[in-house]
Structures are given as structure tokens and as C-alpha cells.
């Protein structure tokens, strides 16, 4: 395991390199992309673990923060979801750099996972697309922050302040900017990427898990379900600060990538 800074001097982004424990190594990289906010911190935990246990499989595998996130440098409010895609470009070209590969596979969790199929869209060096839960729309998905927030507060404090302003959403910054950015993001119709399969890795049953792998399956030729028994509380507000630990997750994708 190898910390590191990338990217450009006014911009660099920390990452961690998982070089493969087991020889011959695997001739692609992995890429992990993850999510935004509060869920960056509630995945961290389960994302060192599927590096590691990606590594043990002989993948080179790269976790790395966005500018403004993590242990990049920049602050909060100079997160913007373009910056996020740039980022992940550049985080792909390091992999392919560091470790002599010619093509990567991308893992996202949730919004991770939608940055990763518009990511996937613009390239012809995405071998395999995994998809984590995914947001399948921006604008969806910060009805569900706001929700989660009002549940969260309500949990924490009995109710919601009044003087709760619209420039954050759980503790993490949501700038104009960024809420018209996400606002403006949808999977549908779904991207048409080069990857050779696609896989959607659901914890739970939701209607746009459906609405989203028919939009799959009409714009990529293999495309691939798996349901996981391991619900991972993204909804609940007594589970915002809780690490996730989704062990048989975890065990499902290092599965489907070692098929």
C-alpha cells in the first residue's frame, strides 16, 4: 500500500497505490471511485478492503479523493462534479502510468458509481464498469440528502433547526454550483460506454435499480445484476455517522472481478 500526491501542483490528488500481492499480475488496473459527502466517510472503510482484497486477486488497484475531498488538497466548497470527472480521468492515467496497464475497470459506490459510467462514456480504456448502488439522477438524489438530513436531525436534535440553510447537506458544503451540476446529471438514457460488461451491485430492492438496469441493457450488450442480501442504510438517519462494513458486498464484486 503506497500513499501518494498525483495530478497537477496547483491541484494535486492524495491516492493510495495497492500493488498486486500475487504473481502474474493481472493485465488491467482497478480504479475506485468514490462517493460524495458523508458517504465518502461511511464507504471509506469497505473501500480499503475491496483494494485489498483486489490486490490479493493480482489487480493493481488505485483509491484516490477528489480535489476538495479527502486528503486532497483544495477545500470543501471547491468541490464541482466536473472537477470530480476531470479528477477521475487523471486518476485513471496515473494507474495506467504506475503500473504499465492498458485499460482499467472502474468500481463506484452510489454517486461514485454515476461519476464512473459518464467517466466510463468518454474513454475506450474501461474494461469493466461496477456499479455500487448507484444514483441513477442528481436531482434524485439530493430530494434523498434532503430527506435523509431531515431524519438525521430529527434523530440527533428532535427536529429540525430553523435556521437550517440550503448550503450544506449533512455537514458537507452544497454549493450553487454543485446542486446545479447535479441537478443537470442523469443516466438516462444511459451513456453508451465501451466496457466490455457492466455489472449493477444492488444491497436492497428499489424501483430505480429496475428503471436503471433497463436503461442499461438498451445501451450495452452485457450487462449483469446482482442482488446482495446486505442492505447498506443510506436512507437511514441513525446510520449517517455509522462505518459500513458490507462484507458479503465486498465478497461479490472481488467475485465478479475474478471471473
Request: aromatic fraction near 8%; charged fraction near 20%.
Amino acid at each position: 500500500m503506497q500513499p501518494f500526491y498525483f495530478g497537477s501542483s496547483k491541484k494535486q490528488l492524495f491516492g493510495i497505490y495497492h500493488a498486486p500481492d500475487v504473481e502474474p499480475a493481472k493485465s488491467t488496473g482497478v480504479v475506485l471511485c468514490h462517493p460524495l459527502g458523508h458517504e465518502y466517510l461511511r464507504a471509506h472503510r469497505a473501500f480499503r478492503n475491496l483494494a485489498v482484497s483486489l490486490a490479493g486477486l493480482g489487480f493493481h488497484v488505485l483509491r484516490f479523493d477528489y480535489y476538495g475531498a479527502g486528503d486532497s488538497s483544495g477545500e470543501a466548497e471547491d468541490v464541482t462534479i466536473g472537477q470530480c470527472l476531470t479528477d477521475l480521468g487523471t486518476a485513471i492515467d496515473e494507474l495506467k502510468d504506475t503500473a504499465g496497464v492498458s485499460s482499467v475497470s472502474l468500481i463506484g459506490v452510489r454517486f461514485g458509481a454515476t461519476l464512473a459510467a459518464l467517466a466510463a462514456a468518454r474513454r475506450r480504456d474501461v474494461d469493466r464498469l461496477v456499479l455500487w448502488d448507484p444514483e441513477q439522477d442528481g436531482r434524485g438524489y439530493i430530494e434523498q440528502l434532503a430527506t435523509l438530513q431531515r431524519n438525521w436531525l430529527v434523530d440527533r436534535l428532535g427536529g429540525v433547526p430553523p435556521s437550517l440553510g440550503a448550503g450544506e447537506l449533512i455537514g458537507f458544503a452544497l454549493t450553487d454550483t454543485v446542486r446545479a451540476e447535479l441537478e443537470a446529471i442523469t443516466l438516462v438514457p444511459f451513456p453508451r460506454v465501451q466496457a466490455k460488461a457492466v455489472f449493477v451491485m444492488t444491497s436492497e430492492a428499489r424501483p430505480s435499480y429496475d428503471a436503471l438496469l433497463k436503461e442499461i441493457e438498451s445501451a450495452h450488450r452485457s450487462v449483469t445484476r446482482i442482488g446482495v442480501d446486505e442492505p447498506c442504510d443510506w436512507d437511514r438517519g441513525d446510520m449517517v455517522h455509522q462505518i459500513l462494513l458490507p462484507h458479503a458486498m465486498v465478497r461479490s464484486i472481488t467475485g465478479v472481478m475474478s471471473a
